[in-house]
Nanobody, 125 residues
Framework: QVQLVESGGGLVQAGGSLRLSCAASGSIFYINAMGWYRQAPGKQRELVATITDGGSASYADSVKGRFTISRDNAKNTVYLQMNSLKPEDSAVYYC???????????????????WGQGTQVTVSS
């Protein structure tokens, strides 16, 4: 069984910073891409940033230049450093990992998506 556990959310004033962490644990053979998504009330979940196993990152236009995604492959952990936060960044942030739980699956199927439980980020104006 695979678990993704996020931490680091909270309340911050506009212009402030937060750092989110997400650790994957359990039956994991190999993690492909990892990423962060967010969902604000009444809105669809949207991609914030992703990072490949090789470290290539991509970002939503709305966060470019303010957020930085990184990962520690040895710890199966992905981070999201969020600077210059704005009230419109307020949302529940979800961690995602595309991974293979076993070697057998690695050689036979596409990676499976796993999600964390979400962590609330609130930015006050």
């Amino acid at each position: 069984q695979v678990q993704l556990v996020e931490s680091g959310g909270g309340l911050v004033q506009a212009g402030g910073s937060l750092r989110l962490s997400c650790a994957a644990s359990g039956s994991i053979f190999y993690i492909n891409a990892m990423g962060w998504y967010r969902q604000a009330p009444g809105k669809q979940r949207e991609l914030v940033a992703t990072i490949t196993d090789g470290g290539s990152a991509s970002y939503a236009d709305s966060v470019k230049g303010r957020f930085t995604i990184s990962r520690d492959n040895a710890k199966n952990t992905v981070y999201l450093q969020m600077n210059s936060l704005k009230p419109e960044d307020s949302a529940v942030y979800y961690c995602n990992a595309a991974l293979w739980p076993t070697a057998r699956e690695y050689y036979s199927v596409s990676p499976q998506d796993y999600w964390g439980q979400g962590t609330q980020v609130t930015v006050s104006s």
